[in-house]
């Protein structure tokens, strides 16, 4: 079956480092992909739609300078937080949709900026 | 602001009680709903889909849509210590294609 990865799936930094995720669609092509955030006990907050080949979208409170996000190919979204703070440290989730009804979750990236 | 609610629980229920979890969404033009699972540490798991009015059942689980009342169930038969997790709501944004909302989710705890 269709399956999304993430790496790292756990990354510690320091304050003020920038850390990048990766998020790929291993046997299908994505045109589009999603970034969650997640904070303990909470719900999946949407960051942003990743789109291959054009600027990513924002939600509304969502920095674009701090989490930058590049479609680098139909198979590759990278999300990177810039100058990372503790208030970043999170679980980071990308989704990829396959066709109009399905929606495949990677497994997650566990981040805590120190 | 386009939301979807749900009880944060916990709901508690013996094993093999019937387990009913109930989201209701404020976004009219929704066309697509989604129940996802998540253990503790874990991302969503996908465990139904439904587009429209009335139930849909796969095995233990039911789901159940009624748009004109912006309500959507899920109903687990038979619940296992398994299914002890965190079931979270999601609802399709109109016009988004394949953008979702979800709700903060209803702790699920069976017991023995």
């Known amino acids: 079956g269709a399956v999304v990865s993430q790496h790292p799936s756990r990354v510690i930094c320091k304050s003020g480092t920038s850390v990048k995720i990766e998020c790929r669609s291993l046997?299908?092509?994505?045109?589009?992909m999603f970034w969650y955030r997640q904070f303990p006990k909470k719900s999946l907050m949407l960051m942003a739609t990743?789109?291959?080949?054009?600027?990513?979208?924002?939600e509304q409170g969502v920095e674009k300078d701090k989490f930058l996000i590049n479609h680098a190919s139909l198979t590759l979204s990278t999300l990177t937080v810039t100058s990372a703070h503790p208030e970043d440290s999170s679980f980071y989730i990308c989704?990829?949709?396959?066709?109009?009804?399905?929606?495949?979750f990677g497994p997650g990236t566990r981040l805590l900026v120190l | 602001q386009k939301e979807v609610e749900q009880n944060s629980g916990p709901l508690s229920v013996p094993e093999g009680a019937i387990a009913s979890l109930n989201c209701t969404y404020s976004?009219?033009?929704?066309?697509?709903f989604f129940w996802y699972r998540q253990y503790s540490g874990k991302s969503p798991e996908l465990i139904m889909s439904?587009?429209?009015?009335g139930d849909k059942e796969d095995g233990r689980f039911t789901a159940q849509l009624n748009k004109a009342s912006q309500y959507v169930s899920l109903l687990i038969r038979d619940s296992q210590p398994s299914d002890s997790a965190t079931y979270l709501c999601?609802?399709?944004?109109?016009?988004?294609?394949?953008?979702?909302?979800f709700g903060a989710g209803t702790r699920l705890a069976v017991h023995p």
């Open positions: 989704s990829a949709p396959l066709g109009e009804e399905t929606q495949y």
């Open positions: 046997d299908f092509q994505a045109t589009t």
């Open positions: 990743s789109n291959e080949g054009s600027k990513a979208t924002y």
């Open positions: 976004d009219r033009g929704s066309q697509s």
């Open positions: 439904i587009y429209s009015n």
């Open positions: 999601a609802v399709g944004v109109s016009g988004g294609y394949n953008k979702l909302i």
